[in-house]
């Protein structure tokens, strides 16, 4: 079962130095449009990508965007193999996508047993119960991950 009806989202970000606007194409769907706009609400790029309900962090220059999370419950995610759990964009293109296998090594069944994190109905974990803190260096094009274990693990694209 999938929560709807999905909704636009605008958000305010880098201290309103950008805008970011996602629409579906309609009421029930997770397809559409995202566009990054400069504070005078010029279009810097735009993807073809709906980011739903997933978490947002942009790098300082807004050509990097990570969306983390389910598209369908934002900051909770599934283990299953039809989505990942991070999605990194450069100018409105798709350039990596990252599994939680990727991240830790390992199956979330046995991460989640071994350090009795919540688990939601339906299987569902919150993402910031194992990534604390996600950094983009655009420089050198790669990303941070900060997880609760104490151990980052960091990806080029």
């Given amino acids: 079962m999938k929560p709807g009806p ?3 989202v605008e958000l305010d970000l880098e201290n309103s130095k950008y805008f970011l606007v996602s629409k579906p194409d309609k009421p029930n769907s997770v397809t559409g449009k995202t566009t990054l706009l400069d504070k005078e609400k010029k279009k810097i790029w735009e993807m073809d990508e709906y980011i739903g309900r997933k978490k947002i962090k942009i790098s300082q220059d807004g050509k990097i ?6 598209k369908f419950w934002g900051w909770l995610f599934s283990p299953g193999n ?5 999605y990194i964009y450069v100018d409105g293109k798709l350039k990596k996508q990252i599994d939680f296998e990727d991240i830790f090594l390992k199956p979330l069944s046995t991460i989640a047993k071994d ?10 974990y919150e993402v910031d119960q194992f990534v604390k803190e996600i950094q983009i260096d655009s420089k050198l094009q790669k990303i941070s991950i900060k997880r609760f274990d104490l151990v980052d693990v960091e ?3």
């Fill in 115 to 124: 350090k009795q994190f919540n688990e939601h109905s339906g299987g569902w």
């Fill in 155 to 157: 990806f080029t694209f």
């Fill in 65 to 70: 965007i990570v969306l983390y999370g389910s």
């Fill in 82 to 86: 039809y989505e990942k759990l991070i």
């Fill in 6 to 8: 999905f909704k636009d």
